[in-house]
């Protein structure tokens, strides 16, 4: 079964440090992608990063990046020097392989930057 | 510039009466498109998705039907609305990169059935 699965209900962490969000999947398919959002309170879901099951380096957009270790079925999102505005909730995802591109979500992390 | 509009933002509907949430894209042709439902504290789920004009694929079944009637178009529509129908509505479509799919949110609708 195509699966996500995030252990994390709650983090914290202070302003400036890094923090990993964990997330692991579950698929057979030799093809997907993997993807975080982050849900403010607002609702929107922001898309931040995006990691190709054949892609040989790790994910990097700005602050974020992805930690993807194939073997482990792992695609851990790491955020360095946290503000306060990273507080939100985080999904990760999964695109199965196809062509309709549907996303499998997890039920998210909660993440709380403390001052 | 591409950009995903739904509305109406927020929606108060008795239990039993009709739905219908809108979603237009603009910037692009041919989307695929999709209806995601987020139940308060939970994750998203997938309701419907649509690659072409009248092309709907359901996910779960349920009270919900969609409908794309113009390319840049989706609609999610319910006859008769249950208390379970509550929740946040995500519009979103898919955006190809090069090697890279994405896809985008709208700014969601959030119903609540009283």
């Known amino acids: 079964a195509q699966k996500i699965t995030q252990t994390q209900p709650g983090m914290f962490v202070q302003e400036k440090e890094a923090v990993t969000l964990d997330c692991t999947y579950d698929t057979s398919d030799p093809s997907y992608g993997l993807f975080w959002y982050k849900q403010p309170s607002s609702g929107e879901m922001i898309f931040l990063i995006y990691?190709?099951?054949?892609?040989?380096q790790n994910a990097t957009e700005g602050r974020y990046s992805l930690n993807f270790q194939k073997a482990r079925k792992s695609a851990n999102l790491v955020i360095s020097a946290s503000q306060l505005g990273d507080s939100a909730m985080y999904f990760c995802?999964?695109?199965?392989?196809?062509?309709?591109?549907?996303?499998?979500f997890g039920t998210g992390t909660l993440l709380a930057v403390q001052p | 510039s591409q950009t995903i509009h739904q509305w109406p933002a927020t929606l108060v509907q008795p239990v039993g009466s009709p739905l219908s949430l809108e979603c237009t894209v603009e910037g692009t042709s041919n989307p695929n498109l999709y209806w995601y439902r987020q139940a308060a504290g939970r994750g998203l789920q997938l309701l419907f998705y649509s690659v072409g004009i009248g092309q709907i694929s359901s996910e779960v079944p349920q009270n919900l039907s969609a409908s794309r009637p113009q390319d840049r178009q989706f609609i999610l529509s319910s006859k008769k609305l249950l208390l379970s129908d509550s929740g946040f509505y995500l519009c979103?479509?898919?955006?190809?990169?090069?090697?890279?799919?994405?896809?985008?949110f709208g700014p969601g609708t959030r119903l609540t059935v009283l």
């Open positions: 990691q190709g099951s054949y892609d040989q």
């Open positions: 995802a999964m695109s199965p392989g196809g062509a309709t591109n549907k996303l499998i």
């Open positions: 979103a479509w898919n955006i190809e990169s090069g090697s890279t799919n994405t896809q985008y």
